[in-house]
């Protein structure tokens, strides 16, 4: 157990729609990063937030966006849903330059 | 640019057999290196972590590897594989400047009985 919870596990979105990951941080740990993981292939970096600030961001498109709330919580929101966003997302808390994963939420756009 | 590469795709050993795992990185620095391991459907767990010192690192589940920077590899190894080592296998590098982790593709464990 890491400590690092998200939520839900699992869901189904309609392409075109708009969808909300959650994720509680490890306790302690002001950084939270969220990556995408397509079938069969590494986890990607998104973004990054620490201290409620985006503090770095990888190869995705706008409609990718995030929060961080003052309990260092975190929120991944992507609108226009597209087939190639079914992912496994996977959020990581990190101190110290050592991250600490989520079990992942699995989305499926149809 | 930083990146991973793991050469083997996928990889099948016997139960009981020795396994290595490889893993090459480019980084500019020191690098910070970690093996996670994933089971299907699941979340990534951390095996074992490199910063910095002994350049031989022991993980949980009796993994280790070694760090070895002529060769910029980050090598994984068992003497001996349970069936329940199995699962997919990722090499990682952290961009420091914020604790960016960088994974190598992965390398997918069948293990046979």
């Known amino acids: 157990e890491t400590g690092v919870t998200q939520s839900p596990t699992h869901l189904i979105k309609t392409r075109g729609q708009q969808v909300t990951l959650r994720c509680s941080s490890q306790s302690g740990h002001n950084t939270v990063s969220w990556y995408q993981q397509a079938l069969g292939q590494g986890p990607q970096f998104i973004f990054q937030?620490?201290?409620?600030?985006?503090?770095g961001r990888g190869n995705f498109p706008p409609r990718f966006s995030g929060l961080q709330f003052p309990n260092y919580s975190s929120e991944l929101n992507v609108n226009a849903l597209e087939l190639d966003d079914s992912a496994l997302y996977l959020c990581?808390?990190?101190?110290?330059?050592?991250?600490?994963f989520g079990q992942g939420t699995r989305l499926t756009v149809v | 640019a930083q990146s991973v590469t793991q050469p083997d795709i996928h990889i099948t050993v016997s139960e009981g057999a020795s396994l290595e795992l490889r893993c090459n990185y480019s980084y500019g620095a020191t690098p910070y290196l970690f093996w996670y391991v994933q089971s299907p459907g699941q979340g990534l767990q951390l095996l074992l972590k490199y910063f910095s010192g002994d350049t031989l690192v022991q993980g949980i589940k009796g993994f280790e590897a070694e760090f070895k920077r002529s060769q910029s590899s980050f090598n994984l190894r068992k003497p001996s594989v349970h069936w329940s080592d199995a699962a997919e296998y990722f090499c990682?590098?952290?961009?420091?400047?914020?604790?960016?982790?960088?994974f190598g593709p992965g390398t997918s464990l069948s293990v046979i009985p």
């Open positions: 990682a590098v952290v961009e420091t400047s914020y604790d960016k982790v960088i």
């Open positions: 937030y620490y201290r409620e600030e985006e503090n």
């Open positions: 990581a808390s990190s101190s110290a330059a050592e991250a600490f």
